[in-house]
């Protein structure tokens, strides 16, 4: 079994791979390199899961199992914002510096400070491009007022995981993967492939 996952990021396809392996023997994770596809999928939705389809449905129009995934931080004092925007919140886009000074600014006379962190991952088949199949993971969190932490990306310095008493840059790759809203959703997701693919196997 073939499925196309709607990014160009290595690490992205291999742990999909390596996860999708434990749950449905024999499968493969390719890219959109692996099937030639070089035009950019326009991210235009209005949440999440919206995103997701968008890339899944265009792989799946091109006659594979298309698999989209959307990620960001949501905000409760903010109404949900940075939500799709995350990775561009201040402008440009990847520009983490400044989206977390802006995060900052627009919390600083908010005293509710609890966020998360969503992952939405869709999968459409070619057969029926219109039907799209979603889970989602997430973490609860907090955003403090310093940077804390080395490791991680985006927010992770800001986003403070009380269980552990850390933020997310301050963990270990093992700790961040066991709690973060990409494993969690990515687990789902094999256990809901795990299901559909018995269930149309068993049409068959």
């Known amino acids: 079994m073939k499925i196309v996952l709607a990014s160009r990021n290595k690490k992205k396809i291999s742990e999909l791979n390596a996860l999708l392996a434990k749950h449905i023997p024999g499968i493969e994770v390719l890219s959109l390199d692996d099937i030639g596809f070089e035009d950019e999928i326009v991210e235009d939705g209005e949440g999440f899961y919206d995103n997701a389809y968008i890339k899944a449905s265009t792989v799946a129009r091109l006659g594979y199992i298309g698999v989209g995934d959307d990620s960001g931080l949501c905000v409760d004092a903010l109404d949900g914002a940075p939500g799709v925007y995350s990775a561009r919140y ?18 600083a006379d908010k005293e509710d400070r609890t966020a998360r962190f969503v992952c939405a991952i869709a999968c459409v088949f070619p057969e ?14 907090k955003i403090i007022d310093e940077y804390r932490g080395e490791g991680g990306f985006g927010y992770d310095p800001l986003f403070y995981y009380e269980p ?41």
Do not use: C, P, W
């Open 90 to 107: 201040a402008g440009e886009h990847g520009d983490d510096a400044a989206n977390n000074a802006l995060l900052l600014k627009n919390l």
């Open 128 to 141: 029926d491009v219109s039907r799209g199949y979603f889970v989602r993971g997430e973490v609860e969190g």
């Open 164 to 204: 552990f008493g850390k933020t997310l840059a301050e963990m270990s790759a093992e700790e961040k993967n066991s709690i973060s809203h990409r494993g969690r959703a990515i687990e789902n997701f094999a256990q809901m492939l795990k299901e559909i693919t018995e269930e149309k196997d068993e049409e068959e």
